[in-house]
Each structure stands twice: as structure tokens, then as C-alpha cells.
């Protein structure tokens, strides 16, 4: 078994320091790419591009060029549509969600509507598209369109599970791997591919794959450790969505009858208090469902790290293996 990875933690503005000029670069693109002449349209892109957040997809698309030997022409526009497509997926959700914050400011279903998010998600994924075929890069349509089926066959699989309790960590898994660890990939995959096939695209790929999962199960964590400062949402918010994720999932497997209970009676509550919320956090974590989750994360990490061995040594790819880190260690 990959042994877990004890990188020293690394900041993003030190990941993103290789390609710094290439991310203005694709910061520009996205302002090129969204303007639509079109009144709110035109408003809720500015805002969009406000919230737009760290740039972490893009960076990967470029850093992952630059290991394949690419001087940032094109990848800096099928970054920017890989970053499009991301954004497009969060409004999406947020409004699947009902979610009125997002990185601690309110959404655009919440400013506007929820009509206005769905057909702003539309817009940029159509964007996307539009400059993929624009470039003429047929791996990389293909790669970035099987990603975002992905990511929607994802989000259904999550919001057809109706018994939440019910949700295995295979099920769990699947999920991730779908909604985060996809489009990781496919930015890892695209970068590979900018300038043409490349033998070293499958390591990359497999390496995105694998920093997708520990992502976002350090991302779930987040929801029982971590602070609204840090994660731009309250606290326990999945919780109170009664969504399922791997501390709880870990926590179940040595849940006494009677926790048991209590956990059910817990997602059965129409409106759990946020008493009954801080409850629920802290029985996990006395069932070591946090410590369960961080091993886990720490296992992908390990896969991640692994993929890249084989790869020329060089800044990208120490920026690559910082990456591992900081995703793991989602304080930064």
C-alpha cells in the first residue's frame, strides 16, 4: 500500500509562482471569453469572476503543460474553459442546493434568482465549449465533455439518494471521484494534451485523479473542523443538508446501537439545531470518523505523489507534488 505523504505543506501562491504570468494570462481570457454585450448577463459574469475564487484547475492545466513542454500557448485559454466549466458547475449547485454563500459571499441564486443561476451556469459551460472548438483540439473537447457528464451524473447520483443513511463508502467513492476528482483530472489531462498527445498524459491524469479525491475528502473534513473564515460556509453545512460524507460514514462503522440512534434521529430532524449539529461533530469525532477520513485523504495523496515519480524532475513538477500538500492541509 502507497505509504501516506508527509510533504511539507505548501501555500497556493507558492504552486501557482511557475505559471504566475500564464494565470494573468487566462484572468484576461475569462474576461474575454464571458462578455456577452447583454445587460445582466454581462452584470452577473463581473460578480461571477469576483467569486471566481484560487484558480487551482487552471494552475494545474498550465503546470502540467509546462511538464509536457508547452510554453502556456494554448493552454492558457483551455485553462480558462476548464475554469468556466468549474464555475459553472458551482452555480449549478448552489442552486441545486439552495445555498446562499459561497467562499463568504452570497450566491447568485441568492442575489438574483434561481432561474438566473441555472441559465448563467448554461452560459458559461456553452462559453467553455464554444472556445474548445474555437482552439480545435478534439482530445481536449473530449476529455473536458466527458468530465462534465461526469460531474452531472454526480450531482444526480446525489440527489436521488434518498436514504442518506443508506450511502456506503463505495457509494461515497463514486461520488467524489465524479464531482471533484473528474474535472481534476481532465485539468491535469488537458494541460497534457495542449500541444498534442503526450506520453506522459496518462501519469498526469492518474495524478489528478487521485489529488481530486484527497480534495475533497479533506474539503468534507472541513465541514466538522473547519471555520466559516476558512470555508466560506457555516460550519456543519452539509450536515444540515443531511448529506452523508466520509467522517460520518467512517464514524457509522463503530457506532453502537444506541449512536446509531441517535445519528438517525439526528437526519430524520426537519430542522437540526445548530446545538444538535455541534452534537452530531462532536460523537464523530469520539468515533474517530475524522481520524478514519484524514487516512483516507492521506492514501490518495500517497497515489498522487506516486503518479508523478516517473515524470522529469523540474519546478512544475515540485509544484505538482506541493499541490498534494496543500490539499490535504486546506487551512491555506
Known sequence: MTQPVTTKPSTLAHIQEPVREDLERVRAELRRIVRANLGMTDEV????????????????????????????????????????????????DDAVDHSVLRRGLPTVNALWTHQVAIIMGDYLYSRSVTELTRVGNLDVLRCLAIAANEMSLGEMRQLTSYDALDFSEEDYYALIAAKTASLMAASCEIGALATG????????????HNLGMAFQIADDLLDYTGTEAVTGKPTGHDLRQRKVTLPLIGAMKVAGARERKGIRRFFSSRDPSDEEIAGLIELVEELGGLEYARERAERYAGWAAAALEDLE??????ALLSSIAYVVDRRR
Do not use: W
Open 45 to 92: 459574469n463581473q460578480y461571477l469572476l469576483l467569486m471566481r475564487g484560487k484558480m487551482f484547475r487552471p494552475t494545474l492545466v498550465l503546470l502540467a503543460d509546462r511538464i509536457c513542454g508547452g510554453d502556456g500557448d494554448p493552454a492558457v485559454t483551455l485553462a480558462a474553459a476548464v475554469e468556466l466549466v468549474h464555475l459553472a458547475t458551482l452555480v449549478h
Open 197 to 208: 498527445p503526450d506520453r506522459r498524459c496518462s501519469a498526469l491524469r492518474r495524478f489528478g
Open 313 to 318: 524532475a523540474g519546478s512544475a513538477k515540485q
